[in-house]
């Protein structure tokens, strides 16, 4: 067939249909044919796509036959050639297919479909944009013809049609929609014409008028300026309705230029299920558009395979393929040694799911719903009745509030706030739009499919070569290819050690993933032969063993692709990689390649052999990727994210519940009863409900009868004088007034009852008491601490006042120096001695403070506080770790969101500079480009070198150009320290200025202290510094008193052996060495929460000594379960 038979339909307009003079045949073949040509990509692709035309590589391969086979009977691999008549074909037939989408493409871009793209849908509801800007002078007539030539070739092909303009106020040609007539299109065409500017851009009240319609599907939005509302506030309101009723939004962004405007656009499209089409008219080209992205990806993907068949040597393609594999990707066809892996630029390393969750989670973001209306919720109140003699539950909340299961089982009466939760579940909504995106990115990136996310600094891959991994071998060179493009360059340095019976290394140490490194060691894997056992101990153990160059700080990864167990013993490889990786704080992941229908190798089952693998994974705190030639299978990283998500939708349906409950409640009752003030209690307002008949009003006595009817006789205006009257003319006491009342003490009013007075049934009166006398308070052991689960960014002083031992009530001395702890002497006259009181025989003493005390706890109470002081220990231990991971252990923790960076550049900085030219750009990207903090630099000796002159932004361009700067400095000259804390204030108020120096400046201390503080006086400026280690205390003195004066903390980097030292007691938890004392720290956040690790401790150890005591005393004594 030739291209222009093909093509032919492609460029006639849909009017020609009418006019074909061919028979009914042709007529109707023609409409067919107009039809398709109308359809939008999606469905367009479905009948012309690569996959439905056969050109993939699985049709190519097909087409292969037999050249050889392997002479190993355990290895079943053959090699298969194609011949060059079918690649010849083949190639023809990828020409024809792009110049099949570029016509496509060329016909969407054409009269009416350039500005507004292909328009689906029956029943069109058309909304315009005659804001100001849109319909301004020199834009409102080409906007008409525009939407003249819309109307006139698209129009006409619809069932229904609604046309809307919206600017301030909303303006509609009909009131309903009408059935498509030449007549209806001739209204619409003078109604267009006659659009005038009309104020602002209300999109979300035109969005509401046309959700009014119910039998309208499709909305086309013609929006030429930013919209009054946020694009988020639009977004939500959209994709609230488009779960209520199918109704698709195609976007148009006309001639508009409004970053706002087009995010809303975009992501109404997308929260829809529609289109979005940008088009320019000062350019006269469509910018984008969703259908011909479609068809851009489609082209891209016939020329990467036009490429890769062309790339073939000798117009024949000869692989080495599985006979049992079907389905193979393009990147799994080796084009020999001698082409290049193409090298993505480094970027951020990612996050594990566990610490991406602890930002982004539910409770991270203050998303639970328990949380959310725990403000609101009520338990059910129950009262023993002595009258009655038994308990009675509360009715009023039930009637009033809505019934919740709570998270712990119990049931709660909870008051429904409608717009808070309303605003609760939009939050929600887009919470769970960040984990899906996150899913996505996870599974749609290639090397992250099979390999997880890359996350740690220093990364060592074992590729497991056995010769049971033959059928493997093209897909594990594809992994790894995949691995060094787009993971490795980003990382600090790295390894590959591949392993079969014996242990081959690339090389003997870790090397920077520089382009000559990363072509190198893919040279060296493509050389590898499978062959041999499966020696995973072997391999870890050379891993573990080699010498690591460098900052022994940074984090460490090993990385295991393998299809099957050990041959070792499973449970003997994994305590040799807990112990290992433990030690050595290296963490290993485990990926397992299999196929859907592959032998299994040593274990009965897959299922088997990933649970062995898992462990192993898990053993370490790794994480465990299983991919199948079908897909993932299993990830903890998304698992994780899956849960999470499984959360959210819980909370949405209990949510969806909750407000269906309280609108059957509403429409329940009668109108007249609700009214009804004998149906009103005074807590619940209007009732939901009719309320039962209340009791019968008590017999009345004589006295009370005579009471009613002397107030019944008296005049109604009449006010009876409360003022008291003698009983008697002798009476001499005078008259005092009502109001006057007789103060009650506090204390009286403290303890002070009420209660209720009625008759009974035989004349006699009853009583029900409302209060009770409050009962002494008594002494509160240790309360459940709570502790957050992520680290915040604030110094340990703001850390400790919320989680320190004093305010998680932990201190030992308070629990057990109350007033019943107290030794008491009392002076006897007829003996002339002090003489203890009797009780204190009965308690152990202990010496506190210097001062004797009694044991009033008990054994169960002293446990439950070790518990909790062992919870908080491990929650301070993960603190200071977090201290010390990373550019905090070199220099500190990074609060403010403006920030300058002052470096000290001179002399004496020679030694220290290339170390801080390694850590800077750790702590750029770590804390100033992760947090979006402001930053700016200046380096000084003699002079002040600035970087910027301004703060900007810590964007990925600005981060990378503050790297550069840091490696073209060099050391010279003096310590002009005065003038450069005078140009770093200058930056602006608030700003954090981060001082790295060696404390030796060229002039008198004092004058820069007293500089400082009149820098900062009345400004929210504060000053931090920090140094490096094997400073005099001179120097050490002066970076304190510059931190301190100004309200900011001092830090010290501590060396590599103390923090080795310290990470090793806290992971160990001190179980093995309870006496070995931590490091001295000088910095001020290291220090002090090292001070409060250390008084934790020795209240453990006199809580432990107390609980000894106490059981020697009474061995009798139980605990509580």
């Known amino acids: 067939m030739s291209n222009s038979s093909e093509f032919s339909w492609l460029c006639k307009p849909a009017h020609d249909a009418l006019t074909c003079r061919d028979g009914p045949w042709a007529q109707n073949r023609q409409q067919r044919e107009d039809e398709r040509a109308w359809n939008s990509s999606v469905d367009w692709l479905e009948e012309n796509s690569l996959e439905r035309r056969g050109l993939t590589l699985p049709r190519l391969l097909s087409q292969r036959y037999t050249a050889s086979a392997s002479p190993r009977e355990d290895v079943g691999w053959t090699q298969q050639e194609i011949s060059a008549e079918s690649l010849s074909d083949f190639e023809t037939q990828l020409h024809q297919a792009i110049e099949l989408y570029h016509s496509r493409i060329q016909w969407l871009t054409q009269r009416s479909r350039k500005m507004f793209g292909v328009v689906r849908g029956c029943r069109l509801g058309v909304l315009i944009d005659s804001s100001d800007w849109t319909c301004s002078e020199d834009k409102l007539a080409d906007l008409q013809h525009h939407l003249l030539l819309l109307t006139e070739e698209q129009f006409h092909m619809k069932k229904q049609l609604y046309f809307i303009s919206f600017g301030t106020d909303i303006t509609s040609l009909w009131d309903q929609p009408r059935d498509v007539t030449p007549r209806r299109l001739h209204e619409a065409q003078q109604w267009l014409l006659q659009l005038m500017p009309s104020g602002a851009c209300n999109l979300l009240q035109a969005l509401e008028h046309a959700r009014g319609h119910a039998q309208l599907d499709t909305l086309l939005l013609v929006l030429g300026s930013r919209p009054d509302q946020s694009p988020d506030t639009i977004v939500d309101y959209m994709a609230q309705s488009s779960q209520e009723g199918a109704l698709t939004v195609h976007a148009v962004a006309y001639n508009c230029c409004s970053s706002h405007a087009i995010d809303t656009v975009k992501n109404m499209a997308k929260v829809t299920g529609g289109r979005y089409h940008l088009y320019s008219a000062a350019l006269g080209v469509v910018d984008s558009s969703t259908d011909l992205e479609l068809l851009w990806a489609e082209i891209k993907a016939a020329q990467n395979l036009l490429q890769h068949v062309q790339d073939m040597p000798h117009g024949q393609l000869v692989v080495q393929v599985c006979s049992e594999l079907d389905s193979l990707s393009l990147a799994d066809v080796s084009c020999g040694p001698c082409v290049e892996i193409c090298v993505e630029p480094p970027a951020p390393l990612p996050a594990t799911s566990a610490d991406w969750l602890s930002s982004h989670s539910l409770e991270a973001k203050q998303l639970d719903l328990y949380q959310v209306l725990a403000p609101n919720a009520y338990a059910p109140l129950e009262g023993y009745v002595p009258i009655l003699g038994k308990s009675i539950h509360s009715t009023v909340h039930e009637r009033a509030m809505e019934q919740f299961t709570w998270h712990d089982g119990t049931v709660k009466n909870v008051h429904v706030d409608l717009p808070s939760l309303k605003n609760y579940q939009s939050r929600l909504l887009e919470a769970e739009r960040v984990l899906e995106r996150r899913a996505e990115w996870l599974s749609n990136t290639a090397s992250r499919q099979i390999w997880g996310t890359v996350c740690e600094q220093r990364v060592q891959v074992l590729l497991d070569v056995c010769g049971t991994n033959a059928p493997y071998q093209l897909h594990m060179r594809h992994a790894v290819r995949l691995?060094?493009?787009e993971q490795l360059p980003s990382t600090h340095s790295f390894s590959i050690i591949a392993f079969g019976s014996d242990v081959k290394s690339w090389r003997k140490h870790l090397a920077p993933p520089t382009h000559e490194n990363l072509q190198e060691v893919w040279q060296w894997v493509q050389a590898l032969e499978c062959g041999g056992g499966r020696n995973t101990l072997a391999a870890l153990r050379h891993a573990m063993g080699a010498e690591l160059q460098g900052d022994t700080a940074l984090t460490r990864g090993l990385y295991l692709l393998t299809t099957g167990v050990p041959d070792e013993d499973t449970v003997e490889v994994c305590d040799y990689a807990a112990a290992s990786c433990h030690a050595a704080g290296v963490r290993l992941h485990v990926c397992l390649l299999t196929r859907e229908e592959g032998p299994v190798c040593c274990h009965d089952t897959w299922s088997k052999t990933a649970a062995a693998l898992r462990n192993l994974a898990h053993a370490t705190n790794g994480r465990f990727h299983w991919i199948t030639d079908m897909g993932i299978v299993e990830s903890d990283d998304i698992i994780l994210l899956v849960g999470e998500m499984k959360k959210a939708v819980d909370y949405w349906q209990k949510c969806s519940d909750l407000v269906d409950s309280l609108l059957r409640r509403g429409s329940g009752g009668d109108s007249a009863e609700a009214l009804s003030p004998q149906c009103c209690s005074p807590a619940s307002g209007p009732p939901a409900r009719a309320c039962r008949p209340?009791?019968?009003?008590?017999?009345?006595?004589?006295?009370?009868?005579?009471?009613?009817?002397?107030?019944?006789?008296?005049?109604?205006?009449v006010k009876r004088s409360s003022v008291w009257r003698p009983s008697s003319a002798k009476a001499v006491i005078p008259a005092v007034s009502s109001e006057v009342r007789p103060v009650q003490s506090a204390e009286h009013r403290k303890v002070a009852c009420s209660q209720s007075v009625f008759y009974l049934e035989n004349g006699m009166l009853?009583?029900?008491?409302?209060?009770?006398?409050?009962?002494?308070?008594?002494?509160?052991?240790?309360?459940?601490?709570?502790?957050?689960?992520h680290e915040d960014v604030c110094s340990t002083k703001q850390w400790l006042k919320r989680f320190g031992i004093r305010s998680l009530d932990l201190d030992l001395h308070k629990l057990v120096s109350g007033p019943e702890c107290a030794h008491r002497r009392t002076l006897v006259p007829t003996v002339h001695k002090s003489v203890s009181a009797k009780y204190c025989d009965i308690f152990p003493s202990?010496?506190?403070?210097g001062r004797l005390r009694h044991l009033f706890v008990s054994p169960g109470e002293l446990r439950q506080y070790l518990l909790q002081a062992e919870k908080v220990q491990r929650r301070y231990a993960r603190r200071t770790q977090w201290l010390l991971s990373g550019s905090r252990r070199v220099f500190g923790c990074v609060l403010e969101q403006a920030v300058c960076l002052v470096l000290d550049l001179s002399g004496s900085m020679a030694s220290g500079l290339p170390g801080l030219q390694r850590e800077l750009p750790t702590l750029?990207?770590?804390?100033l480009h992760a947090n979006g903090v402001r930053f700016s630099m200046l380096a000084f000796s003699g002079e002040v070198q600035v970087w910027q002159a301004e703060l900007v932004e810590a964007t990925e361009t600005r981060c990378r150009e503050a790297v550069q700067w840091l490696g073209q400095l060099n050391v010279h000259g003096s310590t002009s320290v005065l003038q450069a804390l005078q140009a770093a204030c200058a930056f602006g108020d608030p700003l954090g200025?981060?001082?790295?120096?060696?404390?030796k400046p060229d002039c008198s201390r004092s004058l820069v202290l007293r500089e400082a503080e009149r820098l900062t006086a009345g400004k929210a400026v504060v000053i931090h510094t920090t140094t490096l280690s094997g400073l005099d205390s001179t120097a050490r003195d002066f970076l304190k008193s510059l931190a301190h004066k100004t309200g900011g903390r001092f830090h010290q980097t501590p060396s590599h052996a103390d923090t080795q030292t310290i990470n090793q007691l806290l992971a160990q938890g001190f179980k093995e060495r309870e006496d070995a004392a931590l490091p001295a720290f000088e910095g001020d956040d290291l220090r002090r929460l090292k001070d409060e690790i250390e008084k934790l401790r020795m209240f453990q150890k006199q809580a432990k000594a107390f609980r000894e005591i106490i059981l020697e005393r009474y061995p009798e004594a139980t605990e509580p379960k």
């Open 993 to 999: 200025v981060y001082v790295v120096s060696d404390g």
């Open 694 to 717: 209340g009791p019968s009003a008590p017999r009345p006595t004589r006295l009370s009868l005579a009471r009613l009817s002397r107030d019944a006789a008296e005049p109604k205006d």
């Open 483 to 485: 691995l060094l493009q």
């Open 766 to 789: 009853g009583a029900v008491f409302r209060t009770y006398l409050q009962p002494k308070s008594t002494r509160k052991c240790s309360s459940t601490a709570k502790l957050p689960k």
């Open 924 to 927: 750029i990207w770590d804390q």
């Open 846 to 849: 202990v010496q506190l403070k």
